[in-house]
């Protein structure tokens, strides 16, 4: 069990590194500088583990990509009950302080369980020839504000080499409060793209192609995010440069240039978080926009 720490803990990040190094004898990288503005979690992986073969762009194949940076340490305490299934069947405290807030965020191994879950939805049945092994993922647990400005659990199947950052990420998303509807694995939706987007949901993997091609999305390799996507639209355009606009629905959110709630945009914290952490935002494309999209390639 892998997990994050703040607050108080953060002050012990010297004595905690020693003890790992003698009780572990393992080898790690430096953490990312903190925002000194906000409190910040430990890293905790002690592994990162390339995907395998450089995956390719996703959906607009001339969006760059960035090599994560993210430091690493163990954590072994024990953590709360995964989130799979309905968010409401695991409650959490109405308040929370952010020494209490931060152990709701970590990540592990993919459970034998959760394995069988998505197989055959998220990830295919037939693993013969698959780039990613269930080894490269990890079941990646946080909390959320929805958009009634409650707290809520959220979970995530990410690969291993970003889930430092995402944990990261997502915990000072919290700590400001930034509404994100809901974080549910796609297998929730069938491992269908649309109606996960349809739904608004904020997601991660998904083994699947780029749409309307045959290479890998970046989102199979759990290297890629999609934030708020009904308010943060896909947006391609056919040869007379007439607009395409996924999921349904998110028409009305297609002009950037328009005021309205959850748009992620240059001076949106999300993206400047994600930016920091080296990811590249799909809505700086040149020949399609993807404003909910970040993504990484190792």
């Not at 990509?65 to 959490?92: C, L, R, V, W």
């Not at 950052?165 to 974080?183: C, G, H, R, S, T």
Request: hydrophobic share 30%; charged share 20%.
């Amino acid at each position: 069990m892998e997990k994050i720490y703040g607050g108080k803990a953060i002050r012990l990040l010297g004595v905690s590194i020693a003890l790992c190094l003698l009780t572990w004898g393992c080898s790690r990288q430096p953490a990312p500088s903190p925002d000194p503005s906000l409190p910040r979690p430990l890293p905790v992986d002690t592994q990162t583990p390339s995907p395998g073969s450089e995956p390719s762009g996703e959906k607009d194949p001339s969006g760059d990509a960035q090599t994560s940076t993210g430091g690493e340490s163990p954590g072994k305490e024990n953590a709360p009950e995964g989130t799979f299934g309905p968010q409401d069947a695991y409650p959490i405290p109405e308040t929370l302080s952010s020494e209490e807030a931060v152990e709701y965020f970590y990540y592990e191994p993919l459970s034998q369980e959760l394995k069988d879950a998505i197989t055959g939805v998220s990830y295919p049945a037939d693993a013969a020839d698959l780039i990613v092994t269930y080894e490269d993922l990890v079941h990646l647990h946080i909390l959320h504000y929805d958009f009634e400005g409650k707290p809520a659990r959220g979970e995530l199947i990410c690969n291993r080499a970003i889930a430092q950052d995402l944990a990261e990420i997502f915990y000072e998303l919290y700590q400001n409060a930034y509404p994100i509807e809901k974080v549910r694995l796609i297998d929730a939706y069938g491992g269908n793209d649309e109606l996960s987007m349809e739904d608004n949901n904020t997601s991660c993997f998904n083994y699947r192609v780029v749409e309307g091609t045959s290479h890998l999305s970046n989102h199979a390799y759990g290297l890629a995010v999609d934030i708020n996507p009904l308010y943060n639209p896909y947006i391609t355009y056919d040869k007379d440069h007439n607009p395409h606009v996924s999921p349904a629905g998110g028409e009305a959110y297609a002009d950037r240039s328009a005021d309205f709630p959850y748009k992620i945009d240059r001076e949106d914290l999300c993206y400047q978080l994600f930016t920091r952490h080296g990811f590249t935002w799909g809505g700086s494309w040149h020949s399609s926009q993807d404003y909910q999209h970040f993504q990484m390639t190792p």
